[in-house]
């Protein structure tokens, strides 16, 4: 709860991300996949054909799989991707100093967004600002948080407005960050090329934001640019991310590739494949790559596991010598300057009010 000036009402600020287990065990894996995968925004197909998904498919497999994956990442303080939230907290807090409060919360596990509105009952005024930590907008991530934040607020904080940061995939402050970590990792490496591997999605998540129905992945290079089509489409604004790291970060176009992971089923997902990649590149004589995740603003399962653990051993099984990952984010410097700049300034980006 708040420390200090308990009767003064602050401006409060809650910092985002999507969840961890709270352990790398296969029951707490089990737990988090399933409070995961049963959201409709996730998985959304009908109540009952995603509970068989889920209860038939997936849960009697895969908890054990993942918990696997999570204890190769694991670390004395916990999941990377909750200390490093919990270290940006610190840090923004600091900088934005005792006239703010500013939370963590996950989408899934702990800590809960529910916590971190209980910790805001009676302590601010009118407006809580949110900040989902996923630069490009998608249904499945930011939409999810922002009416799962909206349903909570309406029992707990009836009476205060909730602001969202909808995206920052263009913010320059988030691309300089970017740019700065791929600048500083590669100093010393001297690469042939590099993969700009965002998450995947199912395309029919994409179709969906695509008011016209006559543009998303229909139209030939449809993401090569951001118009009034395709403003909330994930995969142009990962597209645009890419550029936008690129020219910051001084990469000739001719040295990069935008590609997406984390692909799960059969059903379609969208295209180029990181891990297709990871094979076809050494034949084509291109022996080191850096691999950058602009979807992550910090470093976890997807990250560290997928790419930096399986994808390097890939690469170099099939010809490659070496697989640099560059560092997300995390809690740097310019990082936390930006998320600062974020909370206190509003050009840029793209904001949201609730309706609650």
């Not at 899934?108 to 005024?125: D, L, T």
């Not at 022996?287 to 992550?296: D, E, M």
Request: aromatic share 10%; glycine share 6%; hydrophobic share 40%.
């Amino acid at each position: 709860m708040f420390s200090k000036n308990d009767g003064i009402k602050r401006k409060g600020v809650v910092l985002l991300n999507l969840g961890t287990p709270d352990s790398p065990e296969s029951d707490e894996v089990r737990k988090y996949l399933k409070n995961f995968l049963m959201d409709p925004f996730v998985l959304d197909v009908p109540f009952l054909v995603r509970w068989c998904i889920v209860h038939g498919a997936i849960l009697p497999t895969r908890p054990s799989l993942a918990a696997a994956a999570y204890q190769k990442i694991w670390t004395d303080r916990g999941s990377p991707l909750l200390f490093h939230l919990e270290d940006l907290v610190d840090n923004v807090q600091k900088k934005l100093g005792d006239g703010w409060r500013v939370e963590p919360a996950m989408r899934y596990g702990s800590p809960s967004i529910e916590r971190a509105m209980q910790v805001f009952r009676g302590k601010i005024q009118e407006e809580l600002l949110i900040i989902p930590l996923y630069p490009q907008y998608s249904l499945a991530a930011t939409e999810s948080s922002i009416q799962e934040c909206s349903r909570l607020a309406k029992k707990i904080l009836p009476e205060t407005r909730l602001k969202f940061v909808e995206s920052f995939f263009n913010f320059d402050l988030f691309i300089k960050a970017f740019a700065v970590n791929i600048q500083e990792t590669l100093k010393d490496f001297s690469y042939d090329h590099i993969l700009f591997s965002f998450h995947g999605l199912p395309e029919r998540q994409i179709r969906k934001v695509d008011h016209t129905r006559s543009h998303c992945l229909i139209e030939k290079d449809c993401c090569q640019s951001m118009t009034t089509q395709n403003l909330l489409c994930y995969r142009a604004q990962c597209f645009t991310t890419a550029r936008l790291i690129a020219e910051k970060a001084g990469i000739a176009r001719g040295k990069y590739t935008i590609c997406f992971q984390s692909r799960l089923g059969r059903t379609p997902w969208i295209q180029p494949f990181t891990d297709h990649y990871y094979r076809q590149l050494p034949k084509q004589g291109v022996k080191k790559i850096a691999v950058v995740c602009p979807a992550f603003v910090a470093d976890c399962l997807e990250t560290l596991e997928e790419v930096q653990i399986r994808g390097r051993e890939e690469f170099i099984h099939n010809g490659g010598i070496d697989l640099k990952l560059v560092p997300s984010l995390n809690a740097s410097e310019v990082w936390v300057d930006a998320v600062v700049h974020l909370v206190q300034h509003s050009e840029g980006v793209s904001f949201r009010q609730s309706q609650h």
